[in-house]
């Protein structure tokens, strides 16, 4: 071998042997998986320039309330007196100034549309929580379809076990062929259910990676994780909670505003408006202005208040009338959004509470269950009990198992989802 190969085979040997002896990534936790959800959500991005774009639609209502200057230049042709449409001097050379002073009804719709960018940036409070609850529930649910399947593994040899026995024991003439059927049925609905949670755990899998952009040939190791012990409130103070941190209630309080600053604003319809007026422009002798006036001057500034008085309007009556009906819209809204919001922390609270009673019960089942293996057991290893009911006993134990796993994911989705109605998701970041 010469130098170079030997070099090369060398180098290939030390990488497998430092990837070989490499540590293994450290185990993703709960809070870890909501900060890469919350820092790569492509979700999350667009309600920020959702936000982001209502707050320059804002800044464009705002500007005829600040200074706009014009310039510009033209030809045209007069015969008569020099004048263009508007009776405005057809001049070589101009400049105009516009700011609009007071003017109700676009007030009134600049600060509508101030109070509708508050609602932009409180829809991003709404899709952050809907991240974080949709990236714990698929944490939580893969750990708990992980252990299930482990214990299926485990059921999988139990219900084997029973299967051989029992073929043995119809072989025999001990048993009837129909309990060798129930056997092969029980070892089929175990591998039933191993199919199903397999599939499950690939969904939870892919979602998982895509909300908190890990990549796919990256394996995801999860942490041992709980929800923080929820506090033990009343329903009373639960409601009050989510009354003043729903982010959808906020929005629609929002809402409400906004139409009532577009209503004050089209009551205002009624009131004259001011502009704060300007024009200087260069004339040319070629407009025969010299003609028509005893003194020519060339440099004109024009500078004042234009004040419009409106007598009759048609269009403010109207505007007035379905700004009033809008308001009452929003505030109808907001009224039935509230009396939800109660009725759903009422009916999530009262699930919360069944959940931990169904938790308790699923543990005390599974722990007579366990029990009743060591008393079948001790029947084995004294000769009162066979190796069929042994293994039965067993299986009864896994399926206790399994059902005290779904009650507690179901008992913490039941927690999540009241967490989040009450604005109490923060926790899970601390």
């Known amino acids: 071998m010469n130098k170079r190969n030997w070099l090369w085979a060398s180098t290939v040997i030390l990488a497998v042997a430092a990837a070989a002896g490499a540590a293994p990534p450290d185990p993703l936790t709960l809070k870890e998986s909501i900060q890469l959800a919350l820092k790569n959500s492509g979700q999350l991005a667009v309600a920020r320039l959702h936000a982001d774009v209502a707050g320059k639609q804002t800044g464009v209502n705002r500007a005829a309330f600040r200074p706009n200057l014009f310039t510009g230049s033209g030809a045209a042709y007069t015969y008569g007196f020099p004048s ?53 529930s698929d944490y939580l649910e893969l750990g708990e379809v992980r252990r299930s399947l482990d214990l299926l593994r485990q059921e999988r040899e139990s219900a084997q076990k029973v299967l051989d026995v029992t073929q043995q024991r119809v072989a025999a003439g001990l048993e009837l062929p129909i309990e060798e059927t129930r056997a092969e049925l029980v070892r089929a609905q175990v591998e039933q259910r191993a199919v199903s949670l397999e599939g499950r755990q690939e969904e939870l899998e892919d979602d998982l990676r895509v909300v908190t952009g890990l990549p796919e040939n990256q394996p995801l190791e999860l942490a041992d994780a709980t ?66 006036f005893r003194t020519f001057q060339r440099n004109n500034l024009n500078i004042g208040l234009q004040v419009q008085i409106p007598i009759f309007r048609s269009r403010t009556a109207a505007a007035v009338a379905l700004a009033d009906t809008e308001f009452r819209e929003a505030e109808m809204d907001l009224g039935n959004q509230r009396r939800d919001l109660e009725i759903t922390v009422r009916t999530q609270a009262r699930q919360s509470r069944l959940e931990d009673a169904n938790r308790e019960v699923a543990r005390l089942e599974l722990k007579l269950a366990q029990q009743n293996v060591d008393v ?55």
Do not use: C
């Open 84 to 136: 263009l449409p508007g009776q405005a001097a057809p001049s070589v050379f101009n400049v105009s100034y516009v700011q609009t002073l007071f003017n109700p009804p676009l007030k009134g719709q600049v600060r509508a549309a101030e109070d509708r960018t508050r609602a932009e940036s409180v829809a991003v409070d709404t899709v952050r929580d809907d991240l974080i609850v949709r990236v714990a």
């Open 227 to 292: 929800l923080p012990p929820a506090a033990d409130l009343p329903t009373a103070q639960l409601v009050t909670l989510a009354l003043a941190n729903s982010p959808e209630l906020r929005q629609a309080e929002l809402e409400r505003q906004a139409r009532l600053d577009a209503l004050k604003g089209q009551r205002g319809g009624y009131w004259p408006s001011v502009d704060l007026v300007g024009q200087y422009s260069v004339l040319s002798r070629i407009n025969n202005y010299d003609l028509f």
């Open 376 to 430: 079948v057991q001790d029947q084995f290893d004294h000769g009162h009990a066979t190796l069929a009911a042994v293994e039965k006993a067993r299986l009864d134990e896994n399926e206790k198992w399994l059902s005290f796993l779904q009650a507690n994911f179901d008992g913490q989705k039941a927690q999540l989802n009241l967490m989040k109605t009450t604005g109490q998701l923060a926790q899970l970041l601390q």
